[in-house]
């Protein structure tokens, strides 16, 4: 079978609706964006159940939205254990965490930082956070647009400008209201696009459900249930408590989602969100994973229409363009734009909202009118964009330079989260202690890495659990201030 198919007429007119439709929703809300929590937090007003929805869609890229597949297809289902560890992660986070950025009023989550450490430990995590995500933006894109292009006709630079200037304009129109609506709507279209996969592969491969099951059980994908731990090897315990610690991370720090759960009307709004996401996360996965095994007993079956080249995350493009019908594959298609589209408009918005609200307004001696600081947003938001759009298109130019920014995230995101948890749960954490943990915590990582050869997974709950165990042991050797009153759990008061 040919490596690429056409697209086809039809299914680039459904691209072309749905990107219209996308550009309309950010020029709807541009008048409305009169003030700067207007402009990141929608006013505080949103509804609880579309910022779930964003939740799943800002983090869920395109790039995962074809890996879990790929990954289920070409390894085993151990990735499940991720969708279940997030739903065990949700009490915790309301617990931790979602308090006190209620009760503070903040907008960005490292506010909270610069309130119990003071405003250097605020810079600090703020300036990882944007390091972070600047490295993470230009791959959400590059990744599915360069999958497209191997099993389409599509351009790899054309899918890359597009998906990038269309998520920019909107973002820049309609902050954080348009990012969180367009979200809402590509989650739908992710979510009905697995789902219509799904049914097709139940229909095509013979036996349907107990077929695909067979198929997995003798190719031993299943098996996974081992619960030993061996860090050279993924098993679904290792898995299990990296996807745990990751979800602290991400949901109860990254200003890509805490800034979400800030949009909400009320703090049960909040908790109401996190539950409805994690259970998301939970089907998602199981989703995405099922359609590896389909597409594993399809291609059993049917050997000859598969082609030799295609594998890992160019698997569910390829079975889209090639075996769902004409129409059908341009909306299946439309979803991974959606996919990438949503992860970048969440990146540029919340890395916008941090350089203002973290670095330029306590930098600056007077005070100015909001629509200045709006227009700065939008100003910063494009700039984000482009650059975002720039580092996508020269991806396989500087791919060592992505590698080692991939892999200074795996070591910085460890000390972010042990930071809050210092703060959150101990009265005597200290910003010097935890810098000690950190700059223990950087060298371990460095031979775990390149001279242990630890498989990745337990990079980042190795890397918090260096940086949260020195930093607390440091903090009570070399002493200091206690925590301001209210911003520890033990004397938080209560919502």
């Given amino acids: 079978m040919q490596e690429t198919s056409s697209f086809g007429a039809l299914n680039y007119s459904i691209c072309i609706i749905y990107l219209v439709v996308m550009f309309g929703i950010g020029l709807s809300f541009a008048r409305k964006q009169k003030t700067t929590e207007e402009f990141f937090l929608a006013g505080r007003r949103m509804p609880w159940f579309i910022v779930a929805i964003s939740m799943y869609a800002s983090l869920a890229s395109a790039a995962s939205y074809m890996a879990l597949p790929g990954m289920a297809y070409m390894e085993n289902i151990s990735y499940i254990a991720l969708g279940v560890m997030y739903v065990a992660a949700a009490p915790f986070l309301v617990l931790l965490f979602y308090p006190f950025y209620r009760k503070l009023k903040v907008t960005t989550s490292y506010e909270y930082v610069g309130l119990r450490f ?16 600047l490295s993470w933006l230009g791959v959400v894109i590059y990744s599915p647009a360069l999958a497209l292009s191997v099993v389409t006709d599509i351009n790899l630079y054309f899918a890359i400008i597009l998906m990038g200037l269309l998520a920019t304009t909107y973002t820049v129109l309609g902050g954080l209201s348009a990012v969180l609506w367009t979200d809402a709507l590509q989650f739908v279209i992710l979510t009905v696009g697995a789902i219509w996969i799904g049914g097709s592969l139940l229909i095509n491969v013979p036996d349907g459900w107990s077929g695909i099951i067979e198929v997995a059980q003798k190719s031993g994908k299943l098996d996974v249930f081992s619960w030993k731990i061996n860090f050279f090897e993924m098993s679904v315990l290792g898995l299990a408590i990296s996807s745990f610690i990751t979800a602290m991370q991400e949901f109860g720090t990254d200003q890509v989602t805490v ?235 209560s919502m």
């Fill in 118 to 133: 003071g405003q250097p430990g605020r810079y600090i995590v703020s300036g990882l956070f944007i390091f972070m995500r």
């Fill in 259 to 493: 800034q979400r759960l800030l949009a909400t009307k009320t703090f049960s709004g909040m908790v109401k969100a996190t539950w409805v996401n994690s259970i998301i996360t939970l089907i998602m996965v199981s989703l995405l994973t099922f359609l590896g095994l389909g597409m594993l007993a399809y291609f059993q079956h049917f050997p000859g229409q598969l082609s030799a080249e295609i594998a890992g995350d160019k698997l569910l493009p390829f079975y889209i363009i090639n075996h769902m019908p004409n129409g059908v594959s341009g909306l299946l298609i439309t979803a991974i734009l959606a996919a990438a589209m949503s992860s970048m408009d969440s990146g540029i918005n919340s890395v916008s909202t941090v350089i203002i609200n973290d670095f330029v307004k306590p930098l600056r001696r007077r005070k100015t009118e909001e629509s200045k600081d709006v227009k700065l947003a939008r100003i910063l938001t494009f700039g984000l964009g482009t650059l975002a759009v720039t580092i996508a298109c020269f991806v396989s130019q500087i791919g060592h330079i992505l590698k080692a920014a991939g892999i200074l995230t795996s070591i910085f995101a460890g000390p972010i989260l042990s930071l809050f948890l210092l703060g959150i749960l101990m009265k005597h954490a200290t910003l010097r202690g935890w810098l000690v943990g950190t700059v223990v915590n950087i060298p371990a990582m460095l031979w775990i890495i390149f001279e242990l050869e630890a498989h990745f997974i337990y990079f980042f709950p190795i890397s918090f659990s260096i940086s949260f165990i020195v930093g607390a042991v440091a903090s009570l050797l070399l002493g200091g201030p206690q925590a301001p009153k209210g911003l520890t759990i033990w004397d938080r008061p």
